[in-house]
């Protein structure tokens, strides 16, 4: 059966959001008293799963998490104004709903924030939903009985581990894109083929109608 809903992450894979959570990171660290992320350190950790990203450079206990995760979005909704969209992704989701696919968004941001950043940029999708950070098995399935959507009517479009994880629990279908805060071979390794250009979305999505 055709696809007739792709379901996009959103910081990583729509909005570019590497520079500002970096620094949104480093100033947390300083309040937090962990060590902050030097540029030299951002190669070598795009290849960490969210998970050992927290083991091997947080260095703190998971309880702590939510807290952090909390002030952390309370500045990213603050500063959501610098955040720009990847090049080209307007045009290309706008051209996805005309091809009559349904647009939907799942993210471990705020729902607020996330559509101040879509109403800036005019990006228009049919439904957003929240998740937990390491709640996306639950938030996707949560979001498919909502919209009234089977497994194999949907693909997901992010650009993590846990993205791929999540959907790997769900029996969905996930590409990864390599432009956002993990690399081609972490990607790969989760088991989720890779595209490494907006305009690839095009030539795996053909008219649903």
């Known amino acids: 059966m055709h696809k007739n809903t792709i379901i996009f992450d959103f910081d990583g894979t729509i909005a570019d959001v ?15 008293h962990f060590d902050p992320i030097a540029a030299d350190e951002i190669p ?10 927290i083991r091997t450079k947080l260095k703190i206990s998971f309880w702590r998490i939510p807290w952090i995760l909390r002030r952390g979005q309370q500045a990213y909704h ?3 104004d610098q955040v720009a969209v990847f090049e080209g992704l307007p045009a290309i989701i706008d051209e996805l709903r ?4 349904r647009i939907g968004i799942l993210s471990s941001s705020r729902r607020a924030t996330i559509q101040a950043i879509l109403d800036r940029t005019s990006i228009t999708v049919d439904f957003i939903y929240e998740s937990s950070l390491f709640g996306k098995a639950r938030a996707i399935r949560k979001a498919l009985r909502m919209e009234k959507i089977t497994t194999d009517r949907v693909a997901y479009i992010g650009d993590e581990v846990r993205d791929v994880e ?8 996930v590409i990864a894109v390599t432009w956002g805060l993990n690399n081609r071979e972490a990607l790969q390794a989760a088991g989720a083929p890779t595209i490494d250009q907006p305009t690839e979305l095009l030539d795996r999505f053909p008219s649903c109608l």
């Open 98 to 101: 005309q091809r009559g696919y």
């Open 44 to 53: 070598s950790l795009k290849a960490l799963s969210a998970r050992d990203f």
């Open 78 to 80: 603050q500063r959501s």
């Open 18 to 32: 590497e520079p500002l959570f970096i620094d949104i990171y480093n100033t947390l660290a300083e309040e937090f």
């Open 166 to 173: 999540a959907c790997r629990q769900c029996d969905l279908e």
